[in-house]
């Protein structure tokens, strides 16, 4: 039996519906993030396994037990706030301890035990300062080590990056993969942000009005999304509409509203006249000023429309004659090249039968 | 003089201007006062005078500061109305607490009116609210009758109410209820309520939420609120006149007396001195509290 079962947990707010009979299942020693833009319900869903919301329906299991009429401090639960929620008037080491002592810890143990958890998270030698001293990095380690030192089954963390600007970001990042691995404690990381999901999960479910839309690894995420959601969501992705024109032999003739007929591989059981969309990841289509023909790949003139530089890559907006834009990545790989066409060039751009994904819902 | 000084002059001048008129200058008079003699129909002797040879005296003494000091029953009176205000500072956190915290806790949309509320009683005269404590606590009143009538089912006497130190105690609690409130609310309206949800997530149970968190963090409102019930408490002289009789009398009565009835005004100043040097040296002693607690929060 995995650690945690959510059975088919519902959280009405009067009319609204917050988490809409969510199943989910999470193993011992799992890295899990509950990924979905803001009011998708995943904050929600992490305080009814915390114990500070009660679903309408359905139930939450921790190790076997329901954990229904269990209030949060008798949860072997413990979270990670996104405001981090130091206590301020305790100084490092009280805030760590607090735990400890709420279970009538040993003064010699507490003591043992909070030095020990502060030199895992690199804390050391600010056991005594105040939270109020201490930068945005070393609060989010102080609450890390506040909530994993009396060893909880489980460990909820609420955006707790948020806060932390781009290059710290990165940084905790990899710090809390190593702890994970380091301790063994299954997290369930909430966040917005689909890069970090991806980063540091194990398995990813993304969750949208309410609803978990796809539980998987994340690269099954981000090369086989689901549902155009799923696809629309995490990294950036052409949705262009399509109809199936006809099946033969594991692929599908598409035909794309303005553009014409393009190949993809067969997903799932559709028939001809299927309405639906490709969805098509900007880093598959090739981008070049001529391309060869290729029986294997889906092959287009236009011109490029418009561009973003971002560094490592540059993405260009590509104009088909008949108006439908599609967007194509190209990496900067040459040193000094800051990009290869200007708005108004004449590009080709082309991609690989199996690169596109035809999605129905 | 640049015009950001000239700004910092005329916004901070005029309250500084009222401070000195109103409370630097009169209490240099006290002090003055408080070491001349006499006047022989009360008020003061005169500061000074022509001596027997025609010389000019200055008459100014040490004698009431030695009167104070020699008799015990003025200390004493000190000590009694300090517990007194002790007392009342305890019972009004007590009763503040809770009904802060409530405030504090409450649905935004019913915060004004709680609020309302606790300063409703402001709205009526102080003394017509004393006075209904008289009608509340004598002994004709429904309730001194509900009180006696149940002690009599447990074999006690009839119980007097009004002119005892319990009635004054009521009085003074009544009255500065609403100083304790205010800062607290005002204090645990602030509270992250994030810290609570962490401590119980810890493992903290509803009292050591309270004792961990709630409790320390409002230090710095608990030291304002009883700054602000203590030092009023401790020199007031209507509510003992009013509900105390002989038994309740506090040291604001002696210092009225003084001033009002005897009309000894050195020695009436005497007392007052001591009484500010007193309520300062302790409010300082509360303030210096309160920034020790701000400072780690």
């Known amino acids: ?139 989010q380690r102080v609450a890390v080590a506040r909530a994993l030192i009396s060893r909880p089954k489980l460990l909820l963390l609420d955006e707790p990056l948020a ?169 900067n790989s040459a040193p000094g090249r800051a990009k290869f066409f200007e708005a108004g060039d004449r590009v080709e751009i082309s991609w690989r039968i199996d690169a596109g994904r035809f999605l129905t819902e | 003089m640049t015009s950001r000084r000239l700004n910092t002059w005329l916004i901070s001048g005029p309250p500084l201007l009222y401070l000195v008129v109103f409370f630097a200058v009169p209490t240099l008079i006290m002090v003055l006062a408080s070491f001349r003699y006499p006047g022989e129909f009360g008020g003061l002797a005169p500061l000074v005078q022509r001596g027997e040879q025609g010389q000019l005296v200055v008459n100014l003494t040490l004698e009431n500061y030695q009167r104070f000091f020699s008799d015990p029953l003025y200390a004493e009176l000190f000590v009694k109305s300090f517990w007194y205000a002790v007392v009342t500072t305890v019972l009004c956190l007590v009763i503040a607490y809770p009904l802060a915290v409530l405030i504090a806790r409450s649905h935004k949309r019913h915060r004004d009116l709680l609020l309302l509320l606790v300063i409703l009683p402001f709205w009526s005269n102080f003394l017509i609210r004393v006075y209904a404590w008289m009608i509340i606590l004598g002994p004709q009143s429904v309730f001194a009758g509900a009180l006696n009538a149940g002690f009599r089912l447990f074999g006690f006497g009839p119980v007097r109410l009004l002119f005892t130190p319990f009635a004054v105690v009521i009085g003074l609690v009544y009255v500065h209820l609403p100083f304790m409130v205010l800062p607290l609310y005002a204090n645990l309206e602030k509270h992250d309520p994030a810290l609570l949800d962490a401590a119980q997530d810890l493992g903290a149970n509803a009292w050591q939420r309270f004792w961990r968190v709630t409790f320390p963090l409002s230090l710095p409102g608990v030291f304002a609120g009883a700054a602000l019930v203590f030092i009023p408490a401790f020199g007031i002289f209507a509510i003992p006149d009013l509900l105390g009789g002989t038994s309740g009398i506090m040291i604001g009565n002696v210092i009225k007396q003084q001033f009002l009835d005897t009309r000894d005004w050195p020695f009436g100043s005497v007392l007052s001195m001591v009484l500010t040097v007193v309520a300062v040296g302790l409010a300082g002693l509360a303030a210096w509290y309160a920034r020790r607690a701000r400072a780690m929060a």
């Open chain 1, 163 to 331: 806060a932390l600007d781009a290059k710290l970001k990165e940084r905790m990042q990899l710090e809390l993969i190593a702890l994970q691995k380091e301790v063994g404690i299954a997290f369930i990381y909430v966040t917005h942000d689909q890069q970090e999901a991806l980063a540091l999960a194990h398995r990813i479910a993304v969750m949208n009005l309410g609803r978990v839309e796809q539980t998987d690894e994340p690269s099954k995420i981000y090369g086989f999304p689901k549902n155009r959601f799923v696809a629309d969501f995490i990294g950036t992705c052409n949705i262009l509409d399509a109809n199936v024109v006809r099946i033969e032999g594991g692929r599908m003739q598409l035909h794309i509203d303005g553009l014409g007929e393009v190949v993809a591989l067969q997903t799932g059981a559709v028939a001809a006249g299927t309405k639906g969309v490709l969805a098509l990841r900007p880093e598959q289509v090739a981008i070049s000023q001529r391309l060869a023909s290729d029986v294997h790949e889906n092959h287009f003139a236009g011109t490029v429309f418009d561009f973003l530089y971002l560094g490592d890559v540059t993405v260009y907006v590509v104009e088909l004659p008949n108006g439908s834009r599609v967007e194509a990545m190209l990496p």
């Open chain 1, 1 to 139: 039996m995995a650690l945690l079962e959510i059975r088919n947990v519902t959280r009405r707010f009067g009319d609204f519906v917050a988490v809409d009979g969510v199943t989910l299942s999470i193993e011992a020693g799992e890295f899990f993030c509950l990924l979905g833009p803001s009011g998708c319900g995943k904050t929600t869903l992490l305080r009814m396994i915390a114990g500070f919301d009660l679903p309408n329906g359905g139930s939450i299991w921790l190790d076997g037990r329901d954990m229904s009429g269990v209030p949060p401090e008798k949860r072997n639960v413990h979270t990670v706030f996104q405001s981090y929620a130091l206590f301020p008037h305790m100084t490092v080491a009280d805030n760590v301890a607090f735990p400890l002592r709420m279970a009538r810890t040993s003064a010699a143990e507490v003591e043992a035990r909070v030095a020990e958890a502060l030199e895992d998270v690199s804390l050391t030698g600010l056991a005594l300062r105040y939270p109020n001293e201490l930068s945005g990095g070393q609060r």
